[in-house]
């Protein structure tokens, strides 16, 4: 009973989720709709939604609404009054009084890249049950799915990255060190690719921490303040292959296309194309996986 409670929680919390990520930045938005796509009161309705995100749909809606706004300041050149009238704010004042709130930067501060800031990710709560059954039980039907492999050579370059001090996978990762480095770093617009959880290697672990981290990586110059805590390293030359796994139907299934892809991993022998794996010189790095694309995972290699 308790368990079938849980689900419908989790449900109807997601059912929210849905409907902020379909309606947030609409005119169309109201949060009578998104308690009707609850179908619970709205105290309950409220209640529910803040202990399974952490925030009531009020904070949530705003956070959702000026993160919109921070990245229209780093990809377009639309002035703060027009981004703020697009994220739903009245004022340039309301919403530059907002952003420096939840992001400790005002706009300007961010548009000229003066500091990194932790966007706001909206992770769906039926992913993190999906996360804790995996660990759980294994799904034994195994399918063989096809990986596309795709090198990218990478310049001398920085890395910047967020260690933990035991963390074993994302789920660990995230129950220690919290959730926001994933839109702190991917607010860094100089990145090579959006921020993911990395193996780090042996020569940047450092001692009483695990090799699992969070991070990005970016040009050599790049110049950014960050929070406490956040390191970076200089990394050599080298090549990334990145596997890419088939899309899938079902979101649940983000759990296994990761795993497919590792597996892929495991059996590719990079020497038949001219390459040799080299997880000394850099991190690999998972992206995680989304239903129309498949999981993303990159590992590093030096030419034969």
């Not at 997601?14 to 309606?23: G, S, T, V, W």
């Not at 609404?65 to 639309?78: C, H, N, P, Q, V």
């Not at 860094?188 to 290697?201: G, Y």
């Not at 892809?261 to 998972?286: C, H, M, V, W």
Request: proline share 5%.
């Amino acid at each position: 009973m308790q368990q079938e409670r849980e689900k419908e929680k989790t449900a109807a919390v997601q059912r929210m989720q849905d409907y902020i990520n379909q309606y947030g930045e609409s005119e169309n938005f109201d949060f009578d709709g998104l308690y009707a796509s609850a179908g619970y009161s709205r105290r309950h309705a409220d209640r529910i939604f803040k202990d399974l995100t952490g925030k009531t749909p009020q904070e949530y809606v705003t956070a959702v609404r000026l993160s919109m706004g921070a990245e229209k300041l780093t990809g377009t050149t639309d002035s703060v009054l027009e981004i703020a009238l697009d994220s739903c704010f009245q004022s340039h004042e309301g919403f530059s009084r907002a952003f420096k709130h939840l992001f400790r930067a005002s706009p300007r501060e961010y548009r000229r890249g003066e500091r990194a800031i932790p966007l706001f990710i909206q992770y769906p709560v039926s992913h993190y049950h999906v996360l804790l059954n995996h660990k759980e039980e294994m799904r034994m039907d195994k399918n063989v799915n096809v990986c596309m492999v795709t090198p990218k050579d990478r310049p001398k370059r920085k890395l910047i990255y967020l260690p933990s001090k035991k963390a074993e996978e994302y789920l660990s990762y995230c129950e220690e060190m919290g959730c926001e480095w994933e839109g702190l770093l991917n607010s860094i617009s100089e990145k090579f690719d959006s921020a993911a959880l990395i193996e780090l290697p042996d020569f940047l672990v450092k001692s009483g921490f695990s090799k699992i981290a969070a991070g990005v990586e970016v040009p050599l110059d790049c110049q950014c303040s960050l929070p406490e805590g956040y390191e970076s390293a200089e990394l050599c030359e080298c090549t990334m292959l990145y596997f890419q796994s088939e899309p899938y139907e079902n979101e649940a299934d983000f759990c296994q296309a990761i795993e497919d892809t590792y597996s892929a991993i495991e059996k590719y022998q990079p020497q038949r194309y001219g390459y040799d794996f080299a997880y000394d010189l850099a991190p690999s790095f998972n992206f995680g996986a989304e239903a129309d694309t498949g999981a993303k995972i990159a590992v590093p290699a030096i030419k034969k």
